[in-house]
């Protein structure tokens, strides 16, 4: 069996596995990860974490909105889209790429 099969049956065990099963298997893989592969389980972990700040910065800016208000937005918004004040997604990639 080559890895590609492996995978798929591991997937499809997954998908077949109840719910005690899935914190059995979950477990048992963090713990082989730790053994094996401690790097993955390292950049894992500080991706979640630092997805975790990014959306906890975010949502502090986040309020509730009134449907008025949402409509005052939205007019805002497609009264600069009219006047061409936005910027293209090819402009934003070549923006994000010099950061």
């Known amino acids: 069996m080559d890895a590609l099969q492996k995978k798929e049956l591991l997937h499809l065990r997954i998908e077949q596995a109840n719910e005690q099963m899935l914190d059995a298997l979950a477990e048992m893989t963090e713990v082989l990860f730790k053994n094996w592969q401690p790097e993955v389980v390292e950049a894992t972990e500080q991706k979640l974490k630092s997805d975790e700040e990014y959306a906890a910065v975010y ?4 309020k ?36």
């Open 59 to 62: 949502a502090k800016h986040l």
């Open 64 to 99: 509730p909105m009134t449907r008025e208000e949402m409509n005052d937005e939205l007019k805002e918004a497609m009264a600069d889209y009219e006047r061409g004040d936005y910027v293209t997604l090819e402009e934003m990639k070549k923006e994000s790429a010099t950061w």
